[in-house]
């Protein structure tokens, strides 16, 4: 059995994923599955989402605005899940 580490890529210096490493492992020669299963742990990591964000300067201010947004979304969505449960 063969490991592919992969370092997360340093996205800030005192960023969240700094130095982590991930590993996912190679079985039977097949490095295709290896490296779905490593994209599907970054995704869930919120990897690609964040370098996306740090592509280019934000702005505090658009930060700001940016997380308000995203938690009015979440708010959304829980309440949305409640009344879906609740029928």
């Given amino acids: 059995m063969i490991w592919l580490k992969i370092n997360a890529m340093k996205l800030a210096a005192n960023g969240k994923y700094g130095g982590k490493t991930m590993q996912v492992s190679v079985r039977d020669n097949n490095v295709d599955q290896a490296l779905r299963a490593l994209k599907k742990k970054l995704q869930r990591e919120g990897v690609y989402r964040e370098m996306k964000l740090k592509q ?32």
């Fill in 56 to 87: 280019h300067f934000e702005k505090p201010s658009e930060k700001k605005a940016r997380q308000a947004k995203e938690g009015l979304s979440r708010q959304r969505k829980l309440a949305r899940k409640k009344a879906e449960k609740e029928g």
